[in-house]
T-cell receptor, first 111, second 112 residues
């Protein structure tokens, strides 16, 4: 079963606007990661946030983590057409040895 | 560094045929994983390995076998292909569970 669940499943915005995607998970985790997948390509790592961190920034990306609510959000500011992709959150279950992915959010940036 | 490579990139099989997908990484990673990606299903874990000579079942292991004889290679075998195994297969590797995961470009498999 999926550990992470992204919301919304699809998001379409205008270039220059901010895009926010959410991820919820079920069990205790060591860290949570966000990945991007362009159409027909493999996944590319964007950012990792550890369970003892609440917020992390990388360029135009901002990730928050609320372990009490078992949720995370990814904010992309000043979106560009090149940000069009699917975005996945992934968690590693404490004690388990695997990374579990959600179903992803498909983001479309309209020029 | 080539990173994570997958061979082949595309393949069409007939039902009942067998094949092996090869994943190779040159980053000296311990952890290697095979996922399949289907529309609307996200990525589902097939099998994984936490070190040379070790393998373990993931979420959807039926119909697949794996081997990790060398640290840099992780092979995924389909013994008798079925149409339900039509999918895109991704290999991933990492130095540790809490580190960055690197993905291969994928293998698109069609079983007719």
């Amino acid at each position: 079963s999926q550990q992470g669940e992204e919301d919304p499943q699809a998001l379409s915005i205008q270039e220059g606007e901010n895009a926010t995607m959410n991820c919820s998970y079920k069990t205790s985790i060591n860290n949570l990661q966000w990945y991007r997948q362009n159409s027909g390509r493999g996944l590319v790592h964007l950012i990792l946030i550890r369970s003892n961190e609440r917020e992390k920034h990388s360029g135009r990306l901002r990730v928050t983590l609320d372990t009490s609510k078992k949720s995370s959000s990814l904010l992309i500011t000043a979106s560009r057409a090149a940000d069009t992709a699917s975005y996945f959150c992934a968690t590693d279950d404490q004690g388990a040895q695997k990374l579990v992915f959600g179903q992803g959010t498909r983001l479309t940036i309209n020029p | 560094n080539a990173g994570v490579t997958q061979t082949p990139k595309f393949r069409v099989l007939k039902t009942g045929q067998s094949m092996t997908l090869l994943c190779a990484q040159d980053m000296n990673h311990e952890y290697m994983y095979w996922y399949r990606q289907d529309p609307g299903m996200g990525l589902r874990l097939i099998h994984y390995s936490v070190g040379e000579g070790t393998t373990a079942k993931g979420e959807v292991p039926d119909g697949y076998n794996v081997s990790r004889l060398k640290k840099q290679n992780f092979l995924l075998g389909l013994e008798s292909a079925a149409p339900s195994q039509t999918s895109v297969y991704f290999c991933a590797s990492s130095y540790s569970m809490s580190g960055t995961w690197y993905f291969g470009p994928g293998t698109r498999l069609t079983v007719t």
